[in-house]
């Protein structure tokens, strides 16, 4: 069974809450580098650029002559524009890198595949708490889920921030087919920061 990540967050009184996800599996693409550009910003050309979605995560290995560029996922690259085979990496400023030579590697989380799946998320001011703070779905509008750039974004309106009173809350997030599979996906703690200007 899946394990939920665990991701602790300020919820700041009276502003709209916003975060953005990316759920990637445990299958590991490897994109073959054919060219690096000495620019800014960085351009990688790879056999598989297309298939990465836009601010997925990388990192690049084994690179030749242009050495600097290789890295590992304790410091990876976002990617900030595909365009055919080639993957921008805006920031990186390689002007000053050595030129690349050859080889390398591209390689990256698969993406899950999204389609499908609904989504629900639950406040409460402790986990055996019958009182439901708030809560938001993906049938609500509050989850949605984009397609191209396979994210999840939650959304807690001002609105609803305003609102809030509890001083410390937990929350958790769930992901849920029609076939009635469950994944847990975000679980957490929230610390709410009381408004100033109002």
Do not use: H
Not at 89 to 112: K, R
């Amino acid at each position: 069974m899946q394990q939920p990540a665990k991701l602790n967050y300020k919820v700041y009184q009276g502003s709209t809450f916003q975060e953005t996800y990316r759920w990637e599996s445990q299958t590991k693409v490897y994109s073959p580098i054919s060219a690096i550009s000495k620019a800014a910003p960085c351009v990688i050309t790879t056999t598989s650029a297309s298939l990465i979605p836009v601010g997925w995560r990388f990192i690049v290995t084994g690179v030749q002559g242009m050495k600097d560029i290789n890295n590992n996922w304790d410091n990876y690259y976002l990617a900030t524009e595909v365009n055919g085979n080639q993957v921008t990496i805006n920031q990186v400023n390689s002007s000053q890198f050595a030129t690349y030579t050859s080889g390398g590697i591209l390689e990256y989380n698969q993406p899950v595949d999204i389609i499908a799946i609904n989504a629900r998320m639950q406040i409460r001011t402790e986990v055996d708490s019958d009182n439901i703070i708030y809560e938001a779905t993906s049938a609500g509008g509050q989850i949605v889920f984009d397609q191209t750039l396979k994210t999840i974004s939650i959304t807690i309106p001002a609105s609803v921030t305003q609102g809030f009173t509890f001083e410390t809350a937990v929350y958790s997030v769930e992901l849920f087919t029609a076939s009635g599979r469950v994944t847990p996906f975000l679980v957490g703690n929230l610390v709410l920061v009381k408004e100033v200007t109002r």
